[in-house]
């Protein structure tokens, strides 16, 4: 697989709320971006407590996974997140999220997936995970709401560019200029 993230914080500030992980273990890949409430020092607090608790915790249910981290992120300011769990050997994509981070998956036809209302730390109703078949060369993109929900990747070369100079072009262009912002691109080997 190649995997790229990239992020820009707010005014170039020395914190950023928000934060990508990715982990790898045998053919399964877990992807996971979070947006800290607001910016600055506390939303990062939020964003990397939920990345550490995914880190410690990836091989639960995502159900287990959302909830253990709703539980942890009390006291912080909140956050939101997303979780794509990659089998690469029966080719499927899993996705669940709550709040507003976005996932676009591009694999010959174009999806986005949705994700469900709440809080990390504040709370949540319902989490429906969503499956998807995928294959070889698919491309998964995440991003937070500091990059325009409607970002057009049909004018990027998908098939073969490289996936960090994607991901750099995705943040280029499609910046919003009033938050932080974070893009992850994982293409299926
Ligand atoms: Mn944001």
Known sequence: MQIATVKHALDNAPYCGD??????????????????????????????????????????????????????????????????????????????????????????????????YGIIGGGFKKLIPETLAIGKGALVIMFTDGVEELVDISRYDLISGDVYELAEKIITDWRIERDDAAVMVYRMR
């Open 19 to 116: 934060e990508c992980g990715y982990w790898e273990y045998g053919a399964k890949t877990t992807l996971c971006i979070v947006d800290g409430l607001g910016h600055g020092k506390d939303a990062e607090i939020a964003a990397k407590a939920a990345v550490n608790y995914i880190a410690c915790h990836r091989s639960e249910s995502l159900q287990e996974i959302f909830t253990g981290c709703d539980r942890e992120l009390r006291g912080t300011r909140g956050a939101a997140m997303g979780i794509a769990v990659i089998d690469e050997k029966k080719g499927e994509l899993t996705y669940a999220g709550i709040g507003n981070t976005r996932v676009i998956v591009e694999n010959s036809k174009t999806f986005r997936l949705d994700s469900d």
